[in-house]
């Protein structure tokens, strides 16, 4: 008997006795003798549950994570506040453990939340549509794509190069499994360079794909990128953090068709890099382009109203042929927790944690540029993250914080090239006292 199955040996014997065999062996005679492995299995001993805990917690202790140190990490991933009512209610077990909601009539209370997810991101992207969430900001950014071919079936796509690199990488997976491709529109100053979109652009290219703020945290111009696009017959994909939309115009209202980005800000840990969550919305015409679940809101037969699943492009219940994605799933979970974010935070709310980060990010610029021992790399507006030229090896700099419990920053040199480039994220979790100890901390390590 096996210790870590929960069956007894009386138990054993009656289902071997049910189904006329001797010993649990003889549930494996269809297997040849010489491919069974027949030696014993290296299981460690049994712990009691204080000792498991006990190992856990060592384990544990080898992260380092945001509760001991004070983290500027940006790129994608923000240490943002996370209310105390969202932990809680996602421990709820109808949530916690519930899983695809194939029975509308037993699914409601899953349904519900998602439909609320799905108009909460209809307003802050100001786009008629959106889905269920998808796996994270990166893949949400390819399907949009695949959306934008089916919609006029052109295979080329551009993507403005200040896009997350990240981002890119996965974009080309997706593409080359469907003879697809993007090619790169230069930056200039950090920002698009619209005369080279205007080169580029032609009868071959389906959509354009801006990220703004954009990797490096500054905004560009997207009404006069969408202008462009539009008049070339082609589709604008802008891929937006949700947390800059409480100051910035919306994706609709700028004229994009299709608005993608990460959900991890809104009320999402940073959980050492996910799961996460990607939201897209798209516009009425669209809709029907886009990719897993959408849910909807109905009527029974007696009035009451009440939630199920619609308007399903995916090749689980279409013709495959016919299916915009295999996107099977999506993140309910991570999805939850985004919708009683902006539940409890509101329009209000998230629009005074965007100006924090504003506030606070120029603030951080202003004081590490003051002495003149950093430059800032862009003279051009930014949301939540800038990046500065350092003196030394942008790499030794974030060894030496690391010794001072910082994570300073990000080092660009894997992606600009230059070793010497730094990118710094400030939340509205930072106070004036923690920053000004970060710039001190950050002079004191050039000046070693």
Not at 111 to 126: D, K, N, R, V
Not at 256 to 278: C, H, K, M, S
Not at 360 to 376: C, G, P
Request: with cysteine; aromatic share 10%; glycine share 6%.
């Amino acid at each position: 008997m096996h210790p870590y199955l929960a069956h007894t040996q009386e138990e054993i014997k009656e289902m071997l006795e049910r189904i006329g065999l001797e010993n649990i062996e003889d549930l494996f005679s269809d297997i040849p003798s010489e491919i069974l492995f027949k030696e014993k299995l290296d299981f460690p001993v049994g712990k009691s549950e204080l000792e498991i805990r006990d190992i856990l917690y060592k384990l544990a202790s080898e992260n380092k994570s945001t509760l001991e140190y004070t983290s500027f990490l940006g790129g994608g991933a923000y240490d943002h506040y996370i209310p105390a009512i969202i932990p809680q209610l996602l421990l709820r077990q109808e949530f916690y453990t519930a899983y695809t909601p194939y029975q509308p009539e037993i699914s409601q209370g899953t349904l519900q939340a998602i439909f609320e997810y799905q108009s909460m991101i209809c307003e802050l992207t100001g786009l008629q549509a959106s889905n269920a969430s998808l796996y994270d900001g990166a893949t949400a950014a390819a399907e949009a794509l695949f959306m934008a071919y089916e919609a006029n079936k052109r295979k080329t796509f551009i993507i403005n190069d200040t896009v997350n690199p990240e981002t890119k990488k996965v974009i080309k997976t997706y593409l080359d499994f469907k003879g697809l491709s993007y090619v790169e529109a230069k930056s200039k100053d950090g920002l698009l360079d619209i005369d080279n979109l205007k080169e580029m652009l032609d009868s071959e290219v389906g959509a354009v794909l801006v990220q703004s703020p954009n990797y490096y945290g500054l905004v560009e111009d997207v009404e006069a990128i969408a202008d462009l696009v539009h008049k070339n017959k082609s589709l604008l994909v802008q891929s937006a953090d949700p947390i800059s939309l409480g100051l910035f115009k919306t994706p609709g209202e700028i004229g994009a068709d299709i608005a993608v980005g990460e959900g991890q800000v809104l009320g999402n840990t940073l959980n050492f890099g996910g799961p996460y969550l990607g939201y897209i919305a798209c516009t009425k015409k669209l809709m029907r382009k886009l990719p897993g679940r959408i849910v909807g809101k109905t009527e029974d037969l007696d009035g009451k109203r009440g939630f199920v699943l619609t308007l399903q492009a995916r090749e689980q219940h279409i013709r495959r042929e016919r299916a915009t994605s295999n996107i099977t799933s999506n993140q309910a979970l991570c999805a939850l927790a985004a919708n009683i974010y902006m539940a409890v935070m509101g329009k209000q709310g998230i629009q005074d944690v965007a100006k924090q980060c504003v506030d606070l990010s120029y603030y951080t610029a202003k004081a590490l540029t003051a002495n003149n021992n950093f430059k800032m790399k862009y003279n051009t507006p930014f949301f939540r993250e800038f990046v500065i030229e350092t003196p030394i090896k942008a790499a030794d700099l974030l060894e030496k914080m690391l010794e001072k419990k910082f994570y300073a920053g990000i080092d660009l040199e894997p992606y600009t090239g230059s070793e010497n480039e730094l990118m710094i994220a400030v939340t509205e979790k930072m106070t004036k006292e923690k920053i000004d100890c970060f710039v001190k901390e950050m002079e004191a390590c050039i000046n070693e």
